[in-house]
């Protein structure tokens, strides 16, 4: 692992973002709109509520999607095959996606979480810095997740694809809709194996404005293991040599 | 041989061959691309790897640079290819341009400086060699499909590799950057860089000192010279020894001259 060699990657990451003014713009309002939408379209009671889990899957289906597109360019493009035949190696080029994503979804969640805490709901939650750190844990889930399903597409139509299939379920299943304690066994099974559940959870708990306890660190630690596992499943995706 | 000649000789010609290759196989999905291939490349040589498209040149070639699993023996520069001692001793240029079209040219190439711990000094020095220095700002995307081959060639040479290897880069490119980019080829391989080059153009054979005939992935001829290529078949150019060759080798089943 070469430090040098993730900040640069992180950096050329950046910078094709800046070229693309039009993705930049589309990132950092959409969230923000489609939050003040649905202010609109609900109670304020009902906002208050599922404001907070809204903050986590916008990063998350936003990050999912531009990583898969940017990874497979880079696997089609031949761009991967070039940096694996330098000393580049599979860590470093992870940890410059990740400090790339990372810091888009930082600025994503940010203005996301500035608007709707400040605002668009009616109280501000007592743990605004932890809520807005797991959605950027969220951010990075979308992200590793993206780069694993980037090794399944031949083209960008199926990438994108990959949004409904692996996204979208998750979110049916978060607690979003209806609260996970109430579905069925084999449902909540379901919902219980799939990350994101653990980040609602924990940006619901931490949307009150109780003490910080432990299941709200359980969700914390059980995110960032699975940011880790699909990240490493990840990288034995980056395959040096094809057979 | 008289020692005095032998010790004015490069040291890369004293270094035996840059790739040395015995019985390469690769099969994918059951077929055989690669069958039993013996190639030997000496040091500071522009080497040719000729055949129609199909016949297993990128696929060598791609054994070469590391990225491409195969049976048999082969070395380059001293060590198995795809060895960890290789990563970034080899200059490669696939055939797609393999550089980042949302980027600028200069991006492109200080990246790819950083990641291998280049001096971004080398930058201005390899777009003036492949006479980008005036695009430097633009974006890849923006560039003719000669000027992103450039881009590719350049990123290549940041690291002046003893060996590089080009992946058919005079494809859709006018005859006066052709001609440009084989003087390039030729000044680097005085300079004792090894130079693997394929094309399907046989035109381009009479620019290498010596050749690799391959079809179906097999060799049809290997290490032969153009001149003496033309000699041994009495054909005119590369082209009609080629297919006098294969002509040859269907007629007599046995692909091997």
Same mark, same amino acid.
């Given at each position: ?243 | 041989?008289?020692?005095?000649? +032998? ?125 980008? +220095? ?90 032969? +010279? ?32």
């Amino acid at each position: 692992m070469s430090p040098a060699r993730a900040y640069a990657t992180a950096r050329r990451v950046l910078t094709q973002l800046r070229h693309d003014p039009r993705t930049v713009a589309l990132m950092l309002v959409v969230p923000c709109a489609l939050l003040a939408l649905l202010r609109g379209v609900l109670s304020q009671q009902q906002f208050d509520a599922t404001s907070p889990i809204m903050l986590g899957i916008f990063p998350f289906v936003t990050l999912f999607v531009v990583t898969s597109v940017a990874t497979l360019r880079e696997r089609t493009s031949g761009t991967l095959e070039r940096l694996l035949t330098t000393r580049m190696g599979k860590a470093d080029l992870l940890a410059g996606y990740a400090l790339a994503f990372g810091l888009t979804g930082t600025v994503q969640s940010g203005l996301a979480s500035a608007l709707t805490l400040g605002v668009l709901r009616s109280s501000v939650p007592g743990h605004a810095v932890l809520l807005v750190l797991l959605a950027v844990l969220d951010a990075l889930l979308g992200m590793a997740l993206g780069l694993l399903v980037s090794a399944f597409s031949a083209t960008e139509f199926q990438a994108v694809q990959f949004m409904p299939a692996l996204v979208l379920p998750q979110v049916l299943l978060c607690g979003l809709f209806a609260p996970r304690s109430g579905m069925t066994a084999g449902l909540r099974w379901l919902s219980d194996v799939l990350p994101l559940s653990y980040a609602a959870d924990g940006l619901q708990r931490l949307a009150t404005s109780q003490p910080v306890g432990h299941d709200v660190v359980a969700d914390l630690l059980i995110v960032t293991g699975s940011v880790v596992a699909a990240l490493c499943l990840a990288a034995s995706t980056l395959r040096r040599q094809t057979r | 041989m008289d020692p005095l000649v +032998s010790t004015a000789m490069p040291a890369s010609t004293l270094a035996g061959p840059a790739v040395s290759g015995r019985a390469v196989t690769v099969v994918r999905g059951g077929r055989v691309i690669l069958d039993h291939i013996d190639v030997s490349v000496p040091s500071g040589q522009v080497y040719g790897l000729l055949g129609p498209s199909g016949s297993g040149k990128t696929t060598l070639i791609r054994a070469l640079v590391g990225v491409q699993r195969y049976a048999g023996h082969l070395d380059v520069l001293g060590h198995p290819a795809g060895a960890r001692q290789l990563r970034g001793r080899i200059g490669y240029v696939s055939q797609a341009p393999s550089v980042y079209v949302d980027l600028t040219v200069a991006q492109n190439l200080r990246y790819f400086a950083d990641v291998s711990a280049i001096p971004r000094s080398r930058v201005e020095t390899v777009l003036a060699h492949v006479g980008l +220095s005036e695009r430097s700002g633009s974006l890849v995307g923006r560039l003719s499909g000669g000027e992103q081959t450039r881009v590719s060639l350049a990123a290549a040479l940041l690291g002046e590799p003893r060996l590089l290897v080009l992946d058919e880069p005079t494809v859709g490119l006018d005859p006066l950057l052709r001609r440009d980019l084989w003087a390039r080829f030729a000044e680097l391989a005085a300079g004792g860089t090894t130079l693997v080059i394929s094309s399907h153009v046989m035109d381009e054979a009479e620019r290498c000192d010596q050749l690799l005939l391959l079809r179906q992935g097999q060799v049809l001829v290997a290490g032969v +010279s153009p001149a003496e290529l033309r000699r041994r078949t009495g054909a005119e150019s590369v082209e009609a020894a080629f297919v006098g060759l294969v002509e040859q080798a269907s007629a007599t089943g046995e692909p091997r001259p």
